[in-house]
């Protein structure tokens, strides 16, 4: 399949854009659900009005099946990026953690506990677009990280395979950034941005909802099993936090 999408990359007749393309791959690694129909935004969009930031205190990560309680810390919709911002690595694919704001403890082998603010949604967005990587199947991803609702057991009955971490590196697609969309305690709309050569603007935005469930974020699923409803955009710099300290 990965082949075929690459194939179609290179191809001036097919009517696929790349953007396109990428959001059906990424999609897939994200949570093993196919999506056949995607139509990519005209860039330049409007993105998130600037709020004042604040740094949230500090937390040493465990690994223990404690609560969370990890402190909300920013809550504004363009936060500063905290100075124990580091990449996670695998398979030659690099992804954003913070002690601070998630993930700062493992559960059942996953990555959890994640700042209840929109940075800590990003964040999260970011660890379960990537968790396959270190071994998680995208089953096992769908089961631990997706809220429970009619979407989620559509999606474990479609089941699929994940993405190839060879090919998604090659294709030099990296977490870029993200856009607050909205948010709330209890539910966020998060734009994660990814670098993704080859498109008109060279990065590639995809719309998710995340809603806190047990002291914790999980990814909103639609009731078809497809992550979200939005549209694939184009966003250019300074409409997205970058992450970078």
């Not at 990519?40 to 223990?64: C, F, L, M, R």
Request: proline share 9%.
């Amino acid at each position: 399949m990965l082949n075929a999408i690459k194939r179609a990359w290179g191809s001036k007749a097919t009517g696929i854009t790349a953007a396109a393309i990428l959001a059906l791959v990424l999609l897939v690694v994200v949570v093993a659900i196919v999506l056949s129909f995607i139509s990519p935004a005209k860039p330049g969009a409007q993105g998130p009005q600037e709020n004042p930031a604040v740094q949230s205190p500090a937390a040493e990560p465990t690994n223990d099946n404690g609560k969370c309680n990890v402190p909300s810390g920013d809550t504004s919709f363009r936060p500063k990026i905290p100075a124990d911002l580091r990449w996670e690595a695998a398979q030659g694919l690099t992804w954003p953690v913070s002690a601070s704001a998630g993930p700062t403890k493992t559960r059942d082998g996953f990555p959890v506990c994640f700042a209840r603010s929109p940075l800590g949604a990003a964040l999260f967005g970011v660890t379960v677009m990537n968790e396959q990587y270190k071994g998680h199947s995208p089953v096992d991803l769908l089961k631990f990280y997706v809220a429970d609702s009619p979407g989620k057991e559509v999606g474990l009955k479609q089941g699929g395979a994940g993405g190839s971490a060879a090919d998604t590196a090659a294709a030099g697609i990296t977490p870029a950034g993200f856009i607050t969309d909205s948010f709330t305690p209890e539910e966020a709309q998060v734009t994660l941005v990814l670098a993704s050569p080859g498109t008109e603007t060279g990065y590639t935005g995809m719309p998710f909802t995340f809603v806190w469930v047990d002291g914790d974020w999980r990814l909103k699923v639609l009731d078809s099993g497809k992550p979200f409803a939005g549209t694939v955009s184009a966003p250019v710099k300074g409409q997205f936090v970058e992450w970078r300290k």
